[in-house]
């Protein structure tokens, strides 16, 4: 059944433009941009980072300030998406550069280079995302880890 465009839920077109417009916010480490794409009272989980889940932007913003010190985007390759009534699962190849202490383990000030897969769950309410979880693949993180 096409859930797409049901009473109270998301259109598919609006829900990937909106994912496309946070993920390239944060890629130019657009603070105000990635704000714009989620809800006031929005829940972040990026599921094993300390502190988590953030909610509301104030505590989205430490963050992402505290991210944007630890990991740098290289590329980002799509692998699959799937979208629900209301909800997507965006899964993709991430290749980046990890520095200090990325999820608990020790890249060192000059950072190593990491490549993992990374899923995306994201809820949203009209036009903005209003919860997202982020699933990383921890073992392969810690693997290329000094």
């Known amino acids: 059944m096409d859930t797409t465009h049901s009473q109270g839920t998301t259109p598919r077109e609006v829900m ?12 130019a480490h657009d603070r105000p941009g990635i704000l714009a794409t989620l809800t006031d009272d929005a829940e972040h989980e990026p599921v094993g980072f300390p502190g988590a889940p953030f909610h509301g932007h104030d505590e989205l913003m430490g963050f992402y300030e505290a991210l944007f010190t630890e990991l740098e985007q ?10 629900g009534p209301g909800f997507l699962v965006d899964e993709v190849q991430y ?3 990890a520095y200090r202490n990325f999820m608990g383990f020790d890249f060192g000030p000059d ?9 995306h769950v994201c809820e949203f309410t009209g036009d903005r995302i209003s919860r997202e979880q982020v699933w990383l693949d921890v073992n392969a993180i810690r693997a290329q880890a000094r």
Do not use: I, K, S
């Open 16 to 27: 990937d433009e909106v994912l496309a417009r946070h993920f390239a916010a944060e890629e």
């Open 111 to 119: 950072g190593r280079p990491v490549d993992f897969r990374l899923l």
């Open 95 to 97: 290749r980046g550069r």
């Open 74 to 83: 290289v590329a980002v390759e799509p692998v699959r998406r799937l979208h």
